[in-house]
């Protein structure tokens, strides 16, 4: 098993982040196997999209008609108002993705990109890790 930690700047609004140049570059050289690309945090989450064509920000309106940032309707106590919905975007896009790696590549599908998924806007920074396992 290989794992390396980043940081990655999301900065204070919500974001969707492509990882996948980063992953692909993680995998290079490594053979067979598996990665694992985990956030270990309680607000954000990974997911598998298409980006550049829009669906980056369809799946942000998404989130915000599904999770609306509207401060009266969280329990949530701490953060900015409505910050509440960070905390259950993870029940919804979950924090971490497995993909297949054959011969040291990514085996995702045409159109497919891992993403980071963050809609807190306290936290402007994120730690992603990726995690390699041999097959």
Known sequence: METLEFTVATGRGSTVVDLTPNAEQFCSGKGD???SVFVPHATAGVAIIEVGAGSD???MTAIDELLPAAP???IHEHGTPGHGRDHVLPAFISPSVTVPVVDGRIALGTWQSIVLVDTNVDNPNRSVR???ISG
């Open 33 to 35: 196997g598996l990665i």
């Open 57 to 59: 920000r369809d799946l």
């Open 130 to 132: 990726f995690t390699f």
């Open 72 to 74: 009266d309707r969280w």
